[in-house]
């Protein structure tokens, strides 16, 4: 069964299980303690950090091992606003930052601080000028992913780090997603990183803090880790985690090629195969095996089961999937097409044969959602021209506004309006991305007096 998930947790790497097998009998002991069990754990601990920090660009004493990705973030993000509030309360994020960030920032609001949000192009990368913009006198932190963990794209960093660093301002990088595939460049101040996502064993995050970056750890603090990271070390894992990201970084140019054509090859062939496609995300600058997609008039929920019965583990950013209802973050800020999404993201060794099956079932498989949903088979016919319409979608989730829509369109005349009726957050961005895809006209929001009327003018 092909696994295509890999942005969420990658395969367990071969290296790290032999690593952390032999971590088992070898590395049980308190590294903290003297005596000779404690002093061979010490030893393993130390060459895992030099490793990580390694493959990471830093100095060992700059990286501390954590319990988890997010919490290295958390960690990051609190210790960095802590040590420089005689600065300032002011955090600059993208719009586009994994849930652990934004989550950090609205705890950093709910304190009194400030939060500028900023917002990010089409294709889901921010602009690095208007990122330096936002970098006011009494910012204290700024953070900016290496790459999206939902759609791929690659931010422009080096940029950023220089914009940061005129201004004085530390920059935090979420590496998650990219540090597999080679290190951050130059510029930051604080990175974060996650070792579940590059094959190592769950339960291990790093951090790592430049020296001169002022950082005051928060809550309770021990000797461990340099006060970063207080408990015992989970020793197993973290020496699993740093051999597996030493393997990933060997096997990352040809593996990194290798991906890149088959993610192409699904960008290529998906749009051709399956009628109103979008696929979003940087078509350049992007991580080589990450590809999303969104399919019009269908349910994302549906879809991914309909996947997973055909024998393919994939996710989705979809409002559909969440456990909200409300679109996925990233979607929303990009303005693309939020509904029936499906994020592919290749672990290593995926086979040529693999992407041919999901590419043959997949056109099959959304036809089958979308006559469930009677979603129209093409562009809505063009009867007897009518008055301006409205559709009462109150109550119904998307992809069904959508459907409605596409389906009356044809029975205005061109130059009329159709208003569609609803309470469903997602029809906020899919409105006008179907206005996009279709080339008619989304005129606009209006207040009404359950949800919101969304009004579109037939240009075709």
Not at 72 to 81: D, E, R
Not at 264 to 269: N, S, V, W
Not at 298 to 311: F, I, N, P, Q, S
Not at 377 to 400: F, T, Y
Request: proline share 7%.
């Amino acid at each position: 069964m092909p696994y295509f998930d890999a942005a969420s947790a990658a395969p367990l790497h071969p290296v790290a299980r032999q690593a952390l097998l032999a971590a088992l009998d070898e590395g049980w002991a308190d590294p903290a303690r003297l005596h000779r069990e404690g002093r061979r754990a010490r030893l393993l601990l130390d060459a895992a950090r030099e490793a990580a920090a390694e493959a990471v660009g830093c100095r060992p004493d700059e990286l501390t091992f954590t319990s988890s990705g997010t919490r290295a973030v958390h960690s990051g993000i609190s210790g960095a606003l802590a040590g420089r509030r005689r600065v300032g309360r002011r955090l600059v994020v993208s719009a586009v930052e994994h849930s652990s960030v934004l989550h950090a920032a609205a705890d950093h609001e709910d304190r009194g601080g400030t939060v500028a949000r900023v917002p990010v192009e089409r294709t889901g990368a921010v602009d690095a000028q208007t990122f330096g913009r936002a970098l006011t006198e009494d910012t204290a932190l700024a953070c900016l992913q290496s790459a999206s963990h939902e759609v791929g794209t690659e931010q422009p960093v080096a940029e950023a780090a220089g914009l940061c660093r005129a201004a004085g301002v530390p920059l935090l990088v979420d590496a998650a997603q990219s540090l597999a595939w080679g290190p951050v460049p130059e510029g930051w101040s604080l990175l974060a990183g996650s070792a579940h996502k590059w094959g190592g064993p769950a339960g291990v995050g790093l951090l790592a803090v430049r020296k001169g970056v002022r950082f005051a750890p928060q809550g309770p603090v021990d000797e461990r880790e340099s006060g970063r990271a207080p408990g015992f070390e989970n020793l197993p894992a973290i020496v699993a985690a740093a051999a597996s990201l030493r393997a990933v970084r060997a096997e990352a140019d040809a593996e990194g090629a290798r991906l890149r054509a088959l993610v192409d090859r699904i960008r290529d062939r998906v749009p051709v195969l399956v009628p109103d496609v979008e696929v979003v995300g940087d078509p350049v600058r992007r991580l080589p095996h990450l590809v999303t997609f969104s399919c019009l008039y269908v349910d994302g929920e549906t879809l991914l089961g309909e996947l997973d019965r055909a024998g393919f583990s994939v996710s989705s950013g979809s409002s559909c999937t969440s456990s909200t209802l409300t679109p996925s973050h990233v979607l929303k800020a990009m303005g693309v097409l939020s509904e029936g999404n499906v994020r592919v993201s290749l672990p290593r060794g995926t086979t040529d044969e693999d992407v041919d099956r999901f590419l043959e079932v997949l056109p099959g498989l959304v036809a089958g959602v979308r006559e469930k949903l009677d979603a129209p088979a093409a562009a809505a016919p063009s009867p007897a021209p009518d008055d301006s319409l409205v559709v009462d979608a109150l109550g119904k989730r998307c992809p069904i506004p959508v459907i409605e829509l596409a389906k009356v369109i044809g029975g205005v005349p061109v130059g009329a309006t159709v208003t569609v009726l609803s309470d469903d957050e997602a029809a906020r961005l899919d409105i006008p991305a179907w206005c996009a895809m279709r080339e008619q006209e989304y005129v606009g929001e209006e207040p009404a007096d359950r949800g919101a009327a969304y009004v579109v003018r037939r240009l075709s």
